[in-house]
């Protein structure tokens, strides 16, 4: 019952959400108004909803799709946002809406629109989190790198999401179910020659997708492709002693990992409550012991979002639609360098933009991060929407 409020709160804060079915391609007329146009390839595990408006449901394919889209942004927008429309068909001077869409059968098919959208060599996969439709997260990708003006071959991958705040057992489920097939697109794309480097930025359940396929190829192989320079964890929702498994199960050397948090974070909050009042990787307060020595000996960079404001009202899509936030990550993908450089100013940056509380770290060392200690976490007892607090006194995890 205590679940179902915090659901239910949750749900209150998210809105009423936007109107279904925006995938039927608008045609652009030679006197439409000035818009910008986000290309993308998008591979799922989702099964096909055989309605156009839709293209994708919730529900579990057993072999992968791939398709092209192009989204058109209109051109009078906060950054940040993403502009659903209020009635279909969308209205491409004032809404975001799709303007072509293409399957693609082969994966020399895929290869060959890789070609042709190719941007300097880098290419960026987005993973999405719980909860989210299959235009969801093709309008949210189409925002992140309109508004980030990076200079990477955008790459969508989509898993089995029922997108419902009452579905976070089977979402989890579905990320388990994908893992391989994400390690396989991850494999396809470093396989090919016109890639340079890839950039993966996974947020808030779909960070578990991540690091579950990262660690398979890192088992297989002895080590994560050589090819994946950066691993961006927006809001993990990742139990912190699997996190800490996963990492070195990965093998070594690691991609470099760069994790944004936020101890606002309302749907983590509720997350912990659901996974048995564990606190979450996403919502740590990275200049607190033991989380900043361990994170340093590992060489992850921590960022803090806690004081960047938002639209969303569970604060868990900072990374998005904080202007200043998405443009630094596209300021440094659109030149190819790495996220986590200590050489560079994203620390600098980052701290004028948040207060002050960055972590970036130089190398990886060999230390594992199974001996992070784990705060015991206990629920607020004011309001049911509230966030969860740390106990102060912990204990060290097992190994």
Known sequence: MQKMLILSALLLLSGCGHPSGVMTPVKLTAAAPKTA???????TTRQPSGNPATLFNGERSPKPYMTEIAVSIPSKREAGTVQWPRKLPPNPATDFAVTRVRQISTVPEGRAWFRQHIEGGHALVF??????KYEDSVFRLAQIVHDSNMKAT????TWPSRASLFGYEYDKESTNYSRTALEQ???LLTQDPDVKDVTILAHSMG????????????IRDGHVNSKIHNVILASPDIDIQVFAKQFVEMGTPHPKFTIFVSQDDRALAASSLITGRVARLGSIDPTAEPYRSKLEQAGITAIDLTKVKSGDSMNHGKFAESPEIVQLIGQRL??????TDSNVSLGEGVAAVVGGTV?????????PLIAIEQPRVKKSVNNVGDTLT?????KPLAP
Request: proline share 6%; charged share 10%.
């Open 185 to 187: 697109a991850l494999r």
């Open 390 to 394: 740390s106990d102060p006194q912990s």
């Open 154 to 157: 955008p790459i969508l991958f």
């Open 334 to 339: 659109m030149t190819g360098q790495p996220l």
């Open 37 to 43: 146009q986000v290309d993308m390839l998008v591979a």
């Open 207 to 218: 960070t578990w997708l991540a690091m579950e396929s990262l660690r398979q190829m890192g």
């Open 359 to 367: 972590r970036t770290v130089g190398t990886v060392a060999t230390a």
């Open 127 to 132: 993973i999405h989190g719980f909860n989210n």
